[in-house]
């Protein structure tokens, strides 16, 4: 366990502030981009979401590109933060593309568009600045400890960011006139504050020597660069890393498919403005849960049981908000979205967190830093997870027979909803408590420590 202190306060909220940036591009999209797609541009659901999945196939290979592109990146700015700076010019550029489809033009050319500047931001630039964000909380600081605060404090950033979208996104783009123009300038005004406080978030901090990073001055050739295909060997032989992969994967499923509540809002509750009320009821309840985090996890001595404690209760909170749905209780359905959230905060607070740990297991195993390729988990889960949450959304509307601004939706839409919108996001939690059973990398990285103590004191007493 290293004690020493490597960041002050202003630094882990400058790094913290960074999740606004990449909240503008997933919130928004996650929350908005299929029912802008389907009742402004006038797109098929099922078309929009099988779309989303062929792009996914571009992603897989970015994320294990720009994962080992980073770890052999050399700059003055260190290895992630480069990346993390210039690819966010991109995320800006495309998400006003995005929400700027020209309506004049055909709906074949609308599908395109979409298509071609979808893929971009996920593919390039959206892969190229999550992972290097994600990879700096191995890259600044060694402390545990401090690890956890930093995802304490970035997911405090990223629930706000997305409780403010989900609440003012709908009210804005109306004020701002509705429709094509409403969105086109919505998407304007928020990339235009992600870029910023990107650039807010890279300047906060800076990253240790790659000697320290090592383990001790003059150890940077522990550092040499890890030829692509041994990477990838060490990657896929992790499998604590394939673990959390799974768990970022069903994270985000859960995620965009709550967030295709604005259709459950609209069609069965009535008031599309609910979804400001169950965005608040969902992330203030988190946004309290990553206040206590780090002292939870100091007070159990690790993550662990914390992470599965908290996950009991979200299981049994998500159960309560389906009991909730089919009794058409309102304020049923908010508090036990509430206790779920509540469950889930340790999780989302120290995610980052098991991934350096998980990374810091494979150095411990086999002396090799693979900390971008490691981190490419938080970009593909991302990805894939939201991806796969929010193309299914749309495959479940089309098959359901959806009908674009209908006052009256048909049965079978109002069936799916309900199955979208309370028994997918059970699932996902259920699935991933079972996961986080097996997701014990802290011990076991403390046993790798203690047996390599007892050979590393016998080789010091060796005589030179």
Request: proline letters at 4%.
């Given at each position: 366990?290293?004690?020493?202190?490597?960041?002050?306060?202003?630094?882990?909220?400058?790094?913290?502030?960074?999740?606004?940036?990449?909240?503008?591009?997933?919130?928004?999209?996650?929350?908005?981009?299929?029912?802008?797609?389907?009742?402004?541009?006038?797109?098929?659901?099922?078309?929009?979401?099988?779309?989303?999945?062929?792009?996914?196939?571009?992603d897989?290979?970015?994320?294990?590109?720009?994962?080992?592109?980073?770890?052999?990146?050399?700059?003055?700015?260190?290895?992630?933060?480069?990346?993390?700076?210039?690819?966010?010019?991109?995320?800006?550029?495309?998400?006003?593309?995005?929400?700027?489809?020209?309506?004049?033009?055909?709906?074949?050319?609308?599908?395109?568009?979409?298509?071609?500047?979808?893929?971009?931001?996920?593919?390039?630039?959206?892969?190229?600045?999550?992972?290097?964000?994600?990879?700096?909380t191995?890259?600044?600081t060694?402390?545990?400890?401090e690890?956890?605060?930093?995802?304490?404090?970035?997911?405090?950033?990223?629930?706000?960011?997305?409780?403010?979208?989900?609440?003012?996104?709908?009210?804005?783009?109306?004020?701002?006139?509705?429709?094509?123009?409403?969105?086109?300038?919505?998407?304007?005004?928020?990339?235009?504050?992600?870029?910023?406080?990107?650039?807010?978030?890279?300047?906060?901090?800076?990253?240790?020597?790659?000697?320290?990073?090592?383990?001790?001055?003059?150890?940077?050739?522990a550092?040499?660069?890890?030829?692509?295909?041994?990477?990838?060997?060490?990657?896929?032989?992790?499998?604590?890393?394939?673990?959390?992969?799974?768990?970022?994967?069903?994270?985000?499923?859960?995620?965009?498919?709550?967030?295709?509540?604005?259709?459950?809002?609209?069609?069965?509750?009535?008031n599309?403005?609910?979804?400001?009320?169950?965005?608040?009821?969902?992330?203030?309840?988190?946004?309290?849960?990553?206040?206590?985090?780090?002292?939870?996890?100091?007070?159990?001595?690790?993550?662990?049981?914390?992470?599965?404690?908290?996950?009991?209760?979200?299981?049994?909170?998500?159960?309560?908000?389906?009991?909730?749905?089919?009794?058409?209780?309102?304020?049923?359905?908010?508090?036990?979205?509430?206790?779920?959230?509540l469950?889930?905060?340790p999780?989302?607070?120290?995610?980052?967190?098991?991934?350096?740990?998980?990374?810091?297991?494979?150095?411990?195993?086999?002396?090799?830093?693979?900390?971008?390729?490691?981190?490419?988990?938080?970009?593909?889960?991302?990805?894939?997870?939201s991806?796969?949450?929010?193309?299914l959304?749309?495959?479940?509307?089309?098959?359901?027979?959806?009908?674009?601004?209908?006052?009256?939706?048909?049965?079978?839409?109002?069936?799916?909803?309900?199955?979208?919108?309370?028994?997918?996001p059970?699932?996902?939690?259920?699935?991933?408590?079972?996961?986080?059973?097996?997701?014990?990398?802290?011990?076991?990285?403390?046993?790798?420590?203690?047996?390599?103590?007892?050979?590393?004191?016998a080789?010091?007493?060796?005589?030179?």
């Amino acid at each position: 366990m290293n004690d020493k202190k490597y960041l002050r306060w202003y630094n882990k909220v400058g790094y913290g502030s960074g999740d606004v940036a990449g909240n503008v591009v997933y919130a928004l999209l996650s929350a908005f981009v299929m029912i802008y797609l389907t009742d402004t541009m006038g797109l098929n659901a099922g078309i929009v979401g099988t779309l989303m999945m062929v792009s996914k196939i571009f992603d897989g290979f970015s994320d294990i590109v720009f994962g080992t592109l980073l770890d052999r990146t050399q700059t003055k700015m260190g290895k992630a933060r480069p990346w993390m700076f210039w690819a966010f010019f991109g995320c800006a550029a495309m998400i006003i593309a995005i929400f700027a489809i020209p309506p004049a033009m055909g709906e074949t050319a609308k599908y395109a568009w979409f298509f071609i500047t979808y893929t971009l931001l996920n593919s390039v630039f959206y892969t190229a600045n999550n992972i290097a964000y994600s990879a700096l909380t191995a890259l600044i600081t060694k402390n545990a400890a401090e690890r956890v605060q930093m995802g304490s404090i970035r997911f405090k950033f990223a629930f706000g960011t997305s409780l403010m979208i989900q609440t003012i996104t709908v009210e804005c783009v109306r004020m701002l006139g509705g429709g094509v123009e409403g969105w086109r300038t919505m998407g304007i005004i928020y990339a235009l504050a992600g870029l910023a406080v990107n650039t807010i978030s890279v300047m906060s901090v800076r990253e240790l020597p790659p000697g320290e990073l090592a383990g001790a001055p003059g150890q940077e050739e522990a550092t040499e660069k890890v030829p692509p295909g041994e990477a990838l060997r060490l990657l896929t032989a992790n499998k604590y890393y394939l673990l959390i992969l799974v768990i970022f994967i069903m994270t985000q499923m859960f995620t965009a498919t709550l967030n295709m509540g604005i259709y459950f809002m609209t069609y069965i509750l009535g008031n599309a403005n609910l979804l400001g009320s169950f965005a608040w009821a969902i992330n203030i309840p988190l946004i309290i849960g990553l206040l206590f985090a780090p002292a939870l996890v100091a007070k159990a001595g690790g993550m662990y049981k914390v992470n599965l404690a908290g996950y009991v209760i979200a299981v049994l909170g998500r159960a309560g908000v389906i009991a909730g749905g089919y009794l058409g209780s309102i304020p049923l359905m908010l508090f036990f979205s509430g206790v779920a959230s509540l469950g889930m905060a340790p999780l989302q607070g120290t995610l980052n967190a098991l991934i350096a740990e998980a990374s810091e297991h494979t150095f411990l195993r086999h002396g090799k830093r693979i900390d971008g390729l490691m981190f490419s988990c938080t970009s593909l889960g991302v990805k894939i997870g939201s991806g796969l949450g929010t193309a299914l959304s749309g495959w479940l509307l089309a098959a359901s027979g959806y009908i674009a601004n209908a006052p009256v939706q048909p049965g079978g839409v109002i069936s799916m909803l309900y199955f979208m919108y309370l028994w997918v996001p059970a699932i996902a939690n259920a699935v991933i408590l079972a996961l986080l059973w097996k997701l014990d990398v802290g011990q076991a990285n403390d046993r790798l420590r203690a047996q390599a103590a007892p050979a590393d004191a016998a080789g010091a007493g060796q005589p030179s």
